[in-house]
């Protein structure tokens, strides 16, 4: 049987979160307000670290930076951010492991909770045909700054790699790979045959060594 290998994005391909780094580039832009936006920023960041982040109080905010405008204005943002900070973000040690996997003729899976409208170029740079992320509402072209059909944070990522492997014939966990960083990531983790931490924080690293998992400081 084909082989699945799911990939985290943020802090596991690459080096740090996507989503607050765009909403870092959008205040550094003047696209949003500096103290308010930076200062809670800062506090979700510290949130989801700590495992305690509130998901759709989070996602809003991130999703209020590109509320109102155009698919097509928020697509040439994304170019400019793409060049100037996600691709110095990308770990090069990741891109090795990421290619043995194609070479080896694993069906490939980008899993995230950070919003779609931010994850599908990441994706689409990396080669990903296959992507799970939190998906934006998009009425008449334009961003309504909701999301829809549920979370893809911890349960909420799991249940949906669960739908998509359903969907794509695979109908349990043996010969899954899964790679991240996080304790938000635990629920897959413990359901996939080979867990992988990368990078991990402490509360991962701890539950990693406690049950043998493969460990990669990719640093």
């Given at each position: 049987m084909k082989q699945l290998t799911i990939f985290d994005l943020d802090n596991t391909i690459l080096k740090g979160d996507s989503d607050y780094s765009w909403i870092k580039y959008m205040i550094d832009s003047g696209f949003v307000d500096k103290?308010?936006?930076t200062t809670k920023n800062n506090y979700f960041y510290e949130q989801y670290e700590k495992g305690l982040l509130d998901f759709d109080e989070y996602t809003i905010f991130a999703l209020s930076t590109i509320k109102g405008k155009s698919v097509n204005n928020i697509n040439n943002l994304m170019k400019d951010f793409m060049e100037k900070i996600i691709e110095p973000m990308i770990n090069i040690y990741i891109l090795k492991i990421l290619h043995d996997h194609n070479h080896n003729n694993d069906e490939m899976l980008l899993a995230s909770a950070t919003n779609s409208a931010v994850v599908n170029p990441i994706a689409k740079r990396l080669g990903?045909?296959?992507v799970i992320a939190t998906e934006v509402e998009i009425i008449d072209?334009?961003?309504?700054?909701?999301?829809?059909n549920g979370s893809a944070l911890g349960e909420g990522k799991k249940d949906k790699v669960m739908q998509w492997m359903e969907l794509n014939g695979f109908h349990d966990f043996k010969n899954t790979t899964f790679y991240s960083d996080s304790i938000n990531?635990?629920?897959?983790?413990?359901?996939?045959?080979?867990p992988v931490a990368v990078n991990p924080d402490n509360q991962l690293r701890e539950i990693a060594l406690k049950n043998n998992w493969q460990i990669e400081d990719l640093l």
């Open positions: 103290d308010e936006y990903f045909n296959n072209d334009i961003y309504s700054g909701n999301y829809i990531d635990l629920p897959l983790l413990m359901e996939v045959e080979k």
